[in-house]
Structures are given as structure tokens and as C-alpha cells.
């Protein structure tokens, strides 16, 4: 038996093979969406899975203003932000997000879901949130996936 057919083979950055991906929110439960996005943006739905190698595919979410919340969240749910300065914390609810930046609550989601090192910095800029149905990446050619 050869010795050689044993080796283990990781994905580097430079055969990591990326795709796009097509992800419709219309009527999906926010937190169950981020985590499915995260998952592939990660690259843990490939067979070649490395977690220091960013090897997963870039995500378009569209519909993102028509996103679902479970029971009262909408309302009672708060999201604290901060600007670094005194007196700068903020309190947010989903719905006063929602009404200024839909994109932002699937955004905020995700991102929290993602690890919170450099490579998870690098990861975030695979997400591409649209509010409506229309975006710019049609050249890519990205693949829909219904969860």
C-alpha cells in the first residue's frame, strides 16, 4: 500500500474555489437565515473545509426588508450600539432599524454569527444585503439556494 494515498490535503487561499450565491429572505425567520448564511459564507457546507482559510462562497441576500422576527422581538428586542465617545451608547430596536436600513438587521445578524478575529473581519465582506429584489451582481451568475 502506498504511503502517499493517506495524505491529508488542506484548501489554501489560492485553491480555495469560490462561488455566489442567491439567497431570497421574503418571509424567513431572521435568525435561522443568519445562520445558514454564516455557514456558507464560512465554507462549512464544502468537503474542503479549512477554519483558518477563508474557502467559502460570497452571499447576496435580497428581500431583506421583508425578513420575520418570532413573537414580540420586533418591540422588545434591544441592540445596543456605542461610538466610543461619553454618552454615546445608543439603544436601537429592530423596527427603528428596520425603518432606517433594513439590510443592517440581517447584517447585524450574520456578523455576529461569524468569528470575532481578523479572519472573521475578511469573511464579513463576502455578504452583499440588498433591501429590495433588484442587485448588481447578476455578471456573477450566483446559484439560488432555498433553506
Not at 489554501?12 to 421574503?26: N, R
Not at 454618552?87 to 447584517?107: C, D, H, V, W
Request: proline fraction near 5%; charged fraction near 25%; aromatic fraction near 6%.
Amino acid at each position: 500500500m502506498d504511503h502517499n494515498s493517506f495524505k491529508t490535503t488542506y484548501t489554501t487561499k489560492a485553491t480555495a474555489e469560490k462561488g455566489w450565491v442567491l439567497v431570497d429572505a421574503q418571509d424567513q425567520v431572521l435568525g435561522r437565515l443568519a445562520s445558514q448564511v454564516a455557514k456558507i459564507i464560512r465554507g462549512k457546507h464544502k468537503p474542503g473545509y479549512t477554519p483558518n482559510v477563508d474557502c467559502g462562497d460570497h452571499v447576496i441576500v435580497i428581500n431583506a426588508e421583508k425578513v420575520k422576527m418570532t413573537g414580540k422581538k420586533w418591540t422588545d428586542r434591544v441592540i445596543f450600539t456605542h461610538s466610543g465617545y461619553n454618552g454615546g451608547q445608543k439603544e436601537l430596536t429592530p423596527n427603528m432599524i428596520k425603518a432606517k436600513n433594513p439590510a443592517r438587521l440581517i447584517e447585524h445578524a450574520v456578523k455576529g454569527m461569524l468569528p470575532g478575529n481578523r479572519i472573521g473581519s475578511r469573511l464579513f465582506t463576502s455578504l452583499h444585503v440588498y433591501a429590495g429584489a433588484q442587485h448588481p451582481h447578476e455578471a456573477q451568475q450566483p446559484k439560488e439556494i432555498k433553506f
